[in-house]
């Protein structure tokens, strides 16, 4: 199973993934938790992408698609994966695509996750992480609408809507309903 989680920040994305990755058994490949390992290990590439984090916009998109074409060419990508965060824009959208085309492989679905914006910062304050203050959380949710959801239109064949309000078991029981067989 190759798929795609898309939604705003704080709609769960990374939560689910684990659990959806666990249940499938593929890799869960989240953009964000890769630039934080980076960052911990104060790599270059971590030390780049901690100033647009903070400030609540994108790593520059030739970072990121670099970091996850090295991470899908690794072998326990070859079974599947479950992408989280990535891609965010249009041209991470193409080089995703190149890079399935390359390999002859499609993705399975798109899972969307549809949550309010007050759901997401309650959540987001909630946490606590150092991106997750009142203003940056802001950022983030004008990045989302500008550059990310315009995306959705791309994947309308293989969109898969989930309501993301609720207990987190219940939103893994609705996106296993809707994923393909
Ligand atoms: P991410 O790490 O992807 O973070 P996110 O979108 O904020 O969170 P997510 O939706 O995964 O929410 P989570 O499950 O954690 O991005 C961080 C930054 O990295 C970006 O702003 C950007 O700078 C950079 N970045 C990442 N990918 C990039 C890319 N492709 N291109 C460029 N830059 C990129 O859940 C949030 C909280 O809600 C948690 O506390 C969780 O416990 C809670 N929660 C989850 N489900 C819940 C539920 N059902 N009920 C109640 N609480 C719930």
């Known amino acids: 199973m190759r798929l795609v989680l898309v939604g705003p920040p704080g709609a769960g994305k ?8 666990a249940r499938l058994d593929v890799p869960h490949i989240s953009t964000g938790d890769l630039f934080r390992a980076n960052l911990k290990e104060e790599t270059p590439l971590g030390v780049e ?17 670099a970091m996850v074409r090295e ?7 070859a ?8 891609p965010r824009t249009a041209p ?24 309010p914006d007050e ?14 203050t009142e203003d940056v959380i802001i950022r983030r ?15 309308a064949d293989r969109l898969i809507r989930v309501d993301a309000v609720g207990t987190v078991e219940e939103i893994t029981e609705r996106v296993f309903d809707a994923l393909p067989t």
């Not at 992408?49 to 698609?65: C, I, Q």
């Not at 991470?71 to 990508?77: H, K, S």
């Not at 949710?141 to 994947?155: H, I, K």
Request: glycine share 8%; aromatic share 8%; proline share 3%.
């Open 141 to 155: 949710q004008q990045v989302y609408r500008d550059d990310t959801a315009p995306l959705l239109a791309f994947y």
């Open 14 to 21: 990374g939560t689910q993934a684990e659990r959806m990755a």
């Open 92 to 115: 991470q959208a193409e080089s995703l695509a190149g890079l399935l085309e390359e390999q002859g492989l499609q993705l399975d679905a798109v899972v969307e996750f549809v949550v």
């Open 119 to 132: 759901v997401v910062v309650a959540r987001l304050m909630g946490r606590g992480r150092s991106d997750d």
């Open 49 to 65: 992408a901690k100033r647009y984090m903070d400030a609540g916009d994108l790593v520059p998109d030739e970072v990121t698609v």
């Open 79 to 86: 079974k599947g994966f479950i992408l989280d965060g990535f």
């Open 71 to 77: 991470r899908l060419t690794e072998p326990d990508a």
